[in-house]
């Protein structure tokens, strides 16, 4: 089945500047890839995906790029704010695992945005 | 408009217990899948109903069980709970029931097994 890694576990930045998670996945076939935002004692929200026909997709200060040879994509955030402070995860998914059919996420984020 | 519903919030249970936890999709939504999350970690599927009938199971025992009502409205059982059952429980509604459709998840079910 479908493995996501994810890193780093934390990343610390200041006021300001970017930001960048990166995922690596192991089932080439998998074609869906979203990144999902949860705060302290709150449900995951979807922040932005992409599908593998592209290969960067841009929202505001969010983008995610996607590197389907190297099995890879990878989240962005520019001119991070406090309220950016959450866990990101970052998910994948094969629709043709039909045994499956669901996202597997991978380990999560800390992202602390220090004022 | 509402989003996913969860109930209850919390839940305390002990050892060898068993529980039902409950979701409510959004409105027009058919498709609900089941995920739990431990502590430190991201969410590991469980179940996929769509129209009532499973399309996905992940790997987890035969203690979890779960099943679709004809209002889409979903329910995930857990019998002979474990200390290890002790999570956060998600329920994620979507459309229809490939994965490519926007899942969108509730606000979870913290169980706490003693």
């Known amino acids: 089945g479908e493995n996501v890694e994810q890193h780093p576990s934390t990343l610390s930045v200041q006021e300001g500047d970017s930001a960048v998670i990166k995922c690596t996945y192991s089932d080439s076939a998998s074609n869906y890839f979203p990144w999902y935002k949860q705060e302290l004692g709150k449900r995951p929200q979807l922040i932005i995906d992409?599908?593998?026909?592209?290969g960067e997709k841009k929202d505001q200060r969010i983008a995610v790029t996607l590197n389907k040879t190297a099995k890879h994509f990878s989240l962005h955030i520019t001119e991070t704010q406090p309220e950016d402070s959450a866990v990101y995860f970052c998910?994948?998914?094969?629709?043709?695992?039909?045994?499956?059919?669901?996202?597997?996420f991978g380990s999560g984020t800390r992202l602390q945005v220090q004022p | 408009d509402a989003g996913v519903t969860q109930s209850p919030t919390h839940l305390i249970k002990t050892r060898g217990q068993h529980v039902t936890l409950r979701c409510s999709p959004i409105?027009?939504?058919?498709?609900v899948s089941w995920y739990q999350q431990v502590l430190g970690q991201g969410p590991q599927f469980i179940f996929q109903?769509?129209?009532?009938?499973?399309?996905g199971r992940g790997n987890f025992p035969d203690r979890f069980s779960a099943r679709q009502f004809p209002n889409y409205s979903s329910e995930l059982n857990v019998n002979a709970l474990l200390l290890g059952d002790s999570a956060l429980y998600l329920c994620?509604?979507?459309?229809?029931?490939?994965?490519?459709?926007?899942?969108?998840f509730g606000p979870g079910t913290r169980l706490l097994v003693l």
């Open positions: 109903y769509y129209e009532k009938e499973e399309r």
């Open positions: 409105s027009g939504h058919k498709s």
């Open positions: 998910a994948a998914s094969n629709p043709k695992d039909t045994g499956r059919r669901a996202l597997t």
């Open positions: 994620a509604s979507s459309l229809g029931w490939v994965p490519e459709e926007t899942q969108y």
């Open positions: 992409i599908r593998s026909n592209v």
